[in-house]
């Protein structure tokens, strides 16, 4: 799933993807934040994700923030409340994670 936020992005532009460097990534998000999974009800498919790193604020190195890595919601799932559903989830991990803050990012090409 990783794969395909980043091919819908505007990343591959400048970069082509790295299967190793998104290994590793993905470890030090499991190490320093939480990946959110959404699946369906019926078959448990995985069809969305959030990946929060938690990081120092850099206003205040003493306070948390959760800062989004990734959001992606499989095509066919979009449009149907799940991404305020998985921002909601994502903002209570955040918090659970002792994060104070927490940073969304929209891409020149998120739908």
């Known amino acids: 799933m990783g794969e395909k936020f ?45 990946a929060l790193m938690c990081v120092p604020w850099p206003y205040n190195a003493k306070i948390m923030m959760a800062t989004e890595m990734a959001f992606y919601i ?14 909601e989830c994502a903002e209570a991990a955040a918090e659970l994670e002792g994060c104070k803050v927490m940073s969304l990012m929209a891409l020149s090409t998120t739908p």
């Open 6 to 50: 980043y091919s819908e992005s505007p990343f591959p532009a400048f970069a082509a993807w790295d299967t190793d460097s998104a290994n590793l990534h993905i470890f030090n998000i499991l190490d320093n934040g939480v990946i959110i999974l959404a699946e369906t009800a019926d078959t448990a498919e995985v069809v969305g994700l959030v």
């Open 74 to 87: 499989e095509p066919e799932h979009r449009g149907l409340s799940l991404a305020k559903a998985m921002k």
